[in-house]
């Protein structure tokens, strides 16, 4: 069958509109679910623990789904996912109200909600694949100001209608994102759906240099959870409104836009290694000017530093690992990559902070995780001169 153009740029125009309101639920309930926790009367450690829960499922779960995914269709899968995430949404501040039923319910969620936005990250390159017109990134864009929206969203109902919000503005966003969705072409998949791959880790860990580096990147990925999960209990404490914390979160996510154009320049101009530079000493500032405010709306400006201390140090921290890694493992080389990031980096931060919690206020604690980049960045500065060569 022949598709006409005109085909192609209405469905990039439904993937552009899919990206939005998928982050936009995203932006619902990420930041906020902490602040949700602590309103049911969770102790730190205990805060830590169940919003840890949904990074860890998805190390496990995500390359369950997409071997389903693969074998039984992205569209179906996808839509499975996001259907049964909304429902789950809808029902959770209804259903789960002690400890033992959110952290149950917590796990079910994850199950259905973490694969949503790699299965639409396949679903998008295998559109790019066919489609002269189509770019990934451009595409996937459009995420931000997604999440940016629903942030700020959450922010301003939640002041009238309290915290349970945060599920039902997710759900509602989720529902939107499959109707959208339904319009969608359906083709052969030429991208796997399997994000995650082990294959060939033995020979990816023979390589020291790489190794070191997962380690930093995990260091800086336990700090970077304070400012990702636990800034909206930072605003709290500090006296932030809902409206302004909402704000402050949309700032946040929208900071990131230029940057995947910074990113793309800088990379051209310098070593993948100098840019991580910059953006592992941008989250030592970034920390540290937390730690050193006491105002709400200053917040505002510190979350400008979002598009520095993320977006330069996911897209850098990729390429960096593409040439570090022969061609045959680069996969497993990204998979690691997110395992140590996004895996025991958001696991082991939410963990030890909501410990932490427990007796220091989460100021002093943004103060302790400064101190600790401070460290990690020079120690990267040091390897950089030291080892140039293996970096550069």
């Given at each position: 069958?022949?598709?006409?153009?005109?085909?192609?740029?209405?469905?990039?125009?439904?993937?552009?509109?899919?990206?939005?309101?998928?982050?936009?639920?995203?932006?619902?309930?990420?930041?906020?679910?902490?602040?949700?926790?602590?309103?049911?009367?969770?102790?730190?450690?205990?805060?830590?623990?169940?919003?840890?829960?949904?990074?860890?499922?998805?190390?496990?779960?995500?390359?369950?789904?997409?071997?389903?995914?693969?074998?039984?269709?992205?569209?179906?899968?996808?839509?499975?996912?996001?259907?049964?995430?909304?429902?789950?949404?809808?029902?959770?501040?209804?259903?789960?109200?002690?400890?033992?039923?959110?952290?149950?319910?917590?796990?079910?969620?994850?199950?259905?909600?973490?694969?949503?936005?790699?299965?639409?990250?396949?679903?998008?390159?295998?559109?790019?694949?066919?489609?002269?017109?189509?770019?990934?990134?451009?595409?996937?864009?459009?995420?931000?100001?997604?999440?940016?929206?629903?942030?700020?969203?959450?922010?301003?109902?939640?002041?009238?209608?309290?915290?349970?919000?945060?599920?039902?503005?997710?759900?509602?966003?989720?529902?939107?994102?499959?109707?959208?969705?339904?319009?969608?072409?359906s083709h052969t998949p030429s991208v796997s759906a399997a994000d995650i791959?082990?294959?060939?880790?033995?020979?990816?860990?023979?390589?020291?240099?790489?190794?070191?580096?997962?380690?930093?990147?995990?260091?800086?990925?336990?700090?970077?959870?304070?400012?990702?999960?636990?800034?909206?209990?930072?605003?709290?404490?500090?006296?932030?409104?809902?409206?302004?914390?909402?704000?402050?979160?949309?700032?946040?996510?929208?900071?990131?836009?230029?940057?995947?154009?910074?990113?793309?320049?800088?990379?051209?101009?310098?070593?993948?290694?100098?840019?991580?530079?910059?953006?592992?000493?941008?989250?030592?500032?970034?920390?540290?000017?937390?730690?050193?405010?006491?105002?709400?709306?200053?917040?505002?400006?510190?979350?400008?530093?979002?598009?520095?201390?993320?977006?330069?140090?996911?897209?850098?921290?990729?390429?960096?690992?593409?040439?570090?890694?022969?061609?045959?493992?680069?996969?497993?080389?990204?998979?690691?990559?997110?395992?140590?990031?996004?895996?025991?980096?958001?696991?082991?931060?939410?963990?030890?902070?909501?410990?932490?919690?427990?007796?220091?206020?989460?100021?002093?604690?943004?103060?302790?995780?400064?101190?600790?980049?401070?460290?990690?960045?020079?120690?990267?500065?040091?390897?950089?001169?030291?080892?140039?060569?293996?970096?550069?």
């Open positions: 069958m022949v598709t006409l153009p005109g085909k192609w740029s209405q469905e990039n125009n439904l993937l552009r509109a899919v990206f939005f309101f998928a982050f936009a639920s995203l932006g619902c309930w990420m930041p906020n679910f902490n602040l949700w926790l602590e309103d049911r009367g969770m102790s730190g450690s205990v805060m830590g623990y169940i919003s840890a829960i949904p990074w860890l499922v998805m190390l496990v779960v995500q390359p369950l789904w997409g071997i389903i995914a693969d074998k039984n269709g992205k569209m179906r899968c996808f839509n499975t996912a996001v259907l049964a995430a909304a429902f789950l949404f809808s029902v959770f501040p209804i259903v789960a109200r002690e400890k033992l039923s959110i952290g149950g319910f917590t796990f079910l969620l994850a199950v259905f909600q973490t694969p949503i936005l790699p299965l639409l990250d396949s679903l998008t390159l295998d559109h790019v694949s066919r489609s002269q017109n189509a770019s990934y990134s451009r595409l996937r864009f459009w995420g931000a100001p997604g999440f940016g929206a629903g942030a700020w969203l959450t922010g301003i109902l939640s002041e009238t209608y309290g915290n349970d919000v945060v599920f039902y503005l997710g759900a509602a966003f989720l529902l939107i994102t499959w109707i959208i969705a339904k319009g969608l072409l791959s082990f294959r060939g880790l033995k020979q990816t860990l023979e390589n020291k240099m790489l190794l070191t580096f997962l380690v930093i990147v995990m260091v800086v990925s336990i700090a970077q959870s304070a400012s990702s999960f636990f800034l909206t209990v930072y605003m709290r404490e500090i006296g932030a409104s809902s409206s302004v914390t909402g704000t402050a979160i949309g700032v946040q996510a929208l900071s990131e836009l230029p940057f995947y154009f910074i990113a793309a320049w800088l990379l051209r101009k310098t070593s993948a290694a100098n840019v991580l530079q910059i953006a592992i000493w941008g989250t030592a500032v970034r920390l540290l000017l937390y730690y050193l405010n006491g105002n709400p709306y200053m917040v505002i400006g510190i979350e400008t530093l979002n598009g520095v201390t993320w977006t330069l140090l996911w897209i850098a921290s990729v390429e960096f690992v593409n040439h570090k890694v022969p061609a045959a493992w680069r996969t497993t080389g990204q998979s690691l990559l997110w395992a140590m990031y996004f895996g025991a980096g958001a696991v082991l931060g939410n963990i030890l902070i909501g410990r932490l919690y427990e007796s220091l206020p989460m100021r002093q604690i943004f103060g302790i995780f400064s101190m600790i980049v401070w460290v990690v960045a020079l120690a990267f500065l040091l390897l950089i001169r030291g080892r140039k060569k293996d970096l550069q």
